[in-house]
T-cell receptor, first 111, second 113 residues
């Protein structure tokens, strides 16, 4: 079945440390891929997207993501986390005009 | 300013009542979406529409209905058939084709009392 999987429900990271959030998808062909961030009680904001071309994409707020076709993955990374990065992060795919999301990963940043 | 507006922000409903959530966009987007968000379950797609007067069921359409009579509006009705309607509802819009960003409203929190 087609799906988007975020294996980590919750990640705690120290401020200044690196962060990696995992995303795997299961589709017959490579879908369009996105990462969104959500602050509590708010809508979602796009961090970055991948459609084609360079497999390492840069986004806002210092985030980047790498597309790996062989692993059906699109992992999000940030080299040095700031306290303001505490939020919920969603991986999403747009396939056949349908936009679907993973279950999300909550990131807690400790001082 | 262009954007997508959901109203109301908070909504309370008695059991057995239908309630309609509003979603309006002035981004000239053809595609619009409704999602339900529950803790630990991410965003689940309820309905989506790629063009006026046409819409498709998402993954959890039972107990919900929509209409798309105008390009800028995509209201969602939560019917009495929805067994567990208490949730956070998000509306989004995008240009069709998949290779564009979706813009989200601020959400409506529905509580059944």
């Amino acid at each position: 079945a087609q799906s988007v999987t975020q294996p980590d429900i919750h990640i705690t990271v120290s401020e200044g440390a690196s962060l990696e959030l995992r995303c795997n998808y299961s589709y017959g062909a490579t879908p369009y891929l996105f990462w969104y961030v959500q602050s509590p009680g708010q809508g979602l904001q796009l961090l970055l997207k991948y459609f084609s071309g360079d497999t390492l994409v840069q986004g806002i707020k210092g985030f980047e993501a790498e597309f790996k076709r062989s692993q059906s993955s699109f992992n999000l990374r940030k080299p040095s986390v700031h306290w303001s990065d505490a939020a919920e992060y969603f991986c999403a795919v747009d396939y056949d005009y349908k936009l679907s999301f993973g279950a999300g990963t909550t990131v807690t940043v400790r001082a | 300013d262009g954007g997508i507006t959901q109203s109301p922000k908070y909504l309370f409903r008695k059991e057995g009542q239908n309630v309609t959530l509003s979603c309006e966009q002035n981004l000239n987007h053809d595609a619009m979406y409704w999602y339900r968000q529950d803790p630990g379950q991410g965003l689940r797609l309820i309905y989506y529409s790629q063009i006026v007067n046409d819409f498709q069921k998402g993954d959890i359409a039972e107990g919900y209905s929509v209409s798309r009579e105008k390009k800028e509006s995509f209201p969602l009705t939560v019917t009495s058939a929805q067994k567990n309607p208490t949730a956070f509802y998000l509306c989004a819009s995008s240009s069709p084709g998949g290779n564009t960003e979706a813009f989200f409203g601020q959400g409506t929190r529905l509580t059944v009392v």
